[in-house]
């Protein structure tokens, strides 16, 4: 009964979802979970779904494809819109994660030190991801968790980085904005892109980016811009976001073919409607 039920509403809501721009397209929810193995720690996410997808699968016709968004220090996981429409719109459903919290100690470079004395974080963003994981196969069991896509900007791309390197047998692809600690990944079984800004103050340590003949071998994308590291968000203009979006794009068709896609500017405000009644968290404002 319930297969037949949201069939029938698909027919509509497909119709919708491919030949009209309404704002209803793709559905931003806020929710956060409390980590028991962390003292209760809150991990807050905003998932991003296309609302035709998400009920195809939850009508169990279709398996999603998972992309997990980090973001950089001091900015909000909520700041990433124009990248989580892009894999929104061809039908992934993302997670984008607020690894910081007001009470974390500050995170501090500490030269000469393992990943400038980060591990730290990125072992909490690890946790942190594996977390929401967990409790988001509750809502969304209809999804493919082992193969994930990481996307991450600056210490977000470096928690990509770093998760796809301890958990590489979850991971399909990464997608970094200027992470400037972890090295890249060189063994061709992850396919990696890469944006790197042209800063004069934030620069990627020695040994993270490989030379263009190791890029060439592991079939690791790397594109040289000349954007500031802090435009590399919602922050950033327009003209900044919407080239990486279309090599985001181009990065995609590689793997998946041309799909068709929502307009990119389709999200509607955060919400919980139509998630699953059972097992659902505590629903937040965004920050």
Same mark, same amino acid.
């Given at each position: 009964?319930?297969?037949?039920?949201?069939?029938?509403?698909?027919?509509?809501?497909?119709?919708?979802?491919?030949?009209?721009?309404?704002?209803?397209?793709?559905?931003?929810?806020?929710?956060?979970?409390?980590?028991?193995?962390?003292?209760?720690?809150?991990?807050?996410?905003?998932?991003?779904?296309?609302?035709?997808?998400?009920?195809?699968?939850?009508?169990?016709?279709?398996?999603?494809?998972?992309?997990?968004?980090?973001?950089?220090?001091?900015?909000?996981?909520?700041?990433?819109?124009?990248?989580?429409?892009?894999?929104?719109?061809?039908?992934?459903?993302?997670?984008?994660?607020?690894?910081?919290?007001?009470?974390?100690?500050?995170?501090?470079?500490?030269?000469?030190?393992?990943?400038?004395?980060?591990?730290?974080?990125?072992?909490?963003?690890?946790?942190?991801?594996?977390?929401?994981?967990?409790?988001?196969?509750?809502?969304?069991?209809?999804?493919?968790?082992?193969?994930?896509?990481?996307?991450?900007?600056?210490?977000?791309?470096?928690?990509?980085?770093?998760?796809?390197?301890?958990?590489?047998?979850?991971?399909?692809?990464?997608?970094?904005?200027?992470?400037?600690?972890?090295?890249?990944? =060189?063994?061709?079984?992850?396919?990696? !892109? *890469?944006? +790197?800004?042209? /800063?004069? &103050?934030?620069?990627?340590?020695?040994?993270? $980016?490989?030379?263009?003949?190791?890029?060439?071998?592991?079939?690791?994308?790397?594109?040289? =811009?000349?954007?500031?590291?802090?435009? !590399? *968000?919602? +922050?950033?203009? /327009?003209? &900044?976001?919407?080239?990486?979006?279309?090599? $985001?794009?181009?990065?995609?068709?590689?793997?998946?073919?041309?799909?068709?896609?929502?307009?990119?500017?389709?999200?509607?405000?955060?919400?919980?409607?139509?998630?699953?009644?059972?097992?659902?968290?505590?629903?937040?404002?965004?920050?």
């Amino acid at each position: 009964m319930k297969r037949g039920i949201v069939v029938l509403c698909l027919c509509t809501v497909a119709i919708a979802a491919y030949y009209s721009a309404d704002r209803w397209a793709i559905r931003h929810t806020t929710l956060t979970f409390h980590d028991v193995l962390r003292d209760d720690r809150d991990v807050t996410v905003d998932i991003a779904v296309r609302r035709d997808k998400e009920m195809q699968a939850l009508a169990e016709m279709i398996e999603l494809p998972v992309a997990i968004l980090s973001h950089g220090n001091t900015v909000k996981n909520t700041e990433y819109s124009f990248l989580t429409n892009v894999f929104a719109s061809r039908g992934y459903l993302v997670v984008s994660i607020q690894h910081d919290l007001d009470t974390d100690a500050p995170m501090v470079t500490k030269a000469g030190e393992e990943y400038a004395g980060r591990r730290m974080q990125y072992n909490r963003g690890v946790f942190n991801i594996m977390a929401a994981v967990d409790e988001i196969k509750k809502l969304y069991p209809n999804a493919n968790y082992q193969r994930l896509t990481m996307i991450g900007h600056s210490n977000g791309g470096d928690i990509s980085m770093f998760f796809a390197k301890q958990h590489p047998d979850l991971v399909k692809k990464v997608v970094t904005l200027d992470n400037l600690r972890v090295p890249f990944i =060189t063994d061709g079984k992850i396919k990696i !892109l *890469s944006f +790197r800004s042209k /800063d004069p &103050v934030f620069k990627a340590d020695p040994g993270v $980016v490989p030379d263009d003949e190791i890029c060439a071998k592991a079939g690791i994308k790397v594109v040289r =811009t000349e954007f500031q590291h802090n435009d !590399l *968000s919602d +922050r950033g203009p /327009d003209n &900044v976001k919407s080239s990486i979006q279309a090599k $985001v794009q181009e990065f995609l068709d590689e793997d998946e073919g041309q799909q068709l896609t929502m307009p990119l500017l389709t999200a509607a405000a955060p919400s919980q409607d139509h998630l699953p009644s059972q097992d659902k968290p505590t629903t937040v404002g965004n920050k």
